[in-house]
């Protein structure tokens, strides 16, 4: 997913850094896991939240951009 837009925004920046954040934890573990079968089902886990994660934050940025559009109607 590209989050660009949410990077150069000064309002949504922090989230963006945290989802990227968690994009490359999520990339690491997959490599591990891809590599031994018993951590395969740990990882599956955690992958799960990390999923659960970038949803919550996408979320919250798309809010964060509506709001402005919404204050620079008025």
Do not use: C, H, W
């Not at 989802?19 to 690491?28: N, V």
């Not at 590599?35 to 990882?43: I, P, Q, V």
């Not at 949803?55 to 951009?65: G, H, V």
């Amino acid at each position: 997913m590209d989050i660009s837009k949410y990077k150069n925004n000064p309002k949504t920046a922090y989230l963006a850094e945290t989802y990227s954040r968690i994009q490359k934890d999520e990339d690491e573990l997959r490599a591990i896991s891809e590599g031994d079968a018993s951590m395969k089902a740990l990882a599956d886990e955690e992958l799960e939240n990390f999923k659960t994660e970038k949803e919550t934050l996408i979320k919250q940025m798309e809010e964060i951009l509506k709001e402005d559009d919404v204050e620079e109607e008025f």
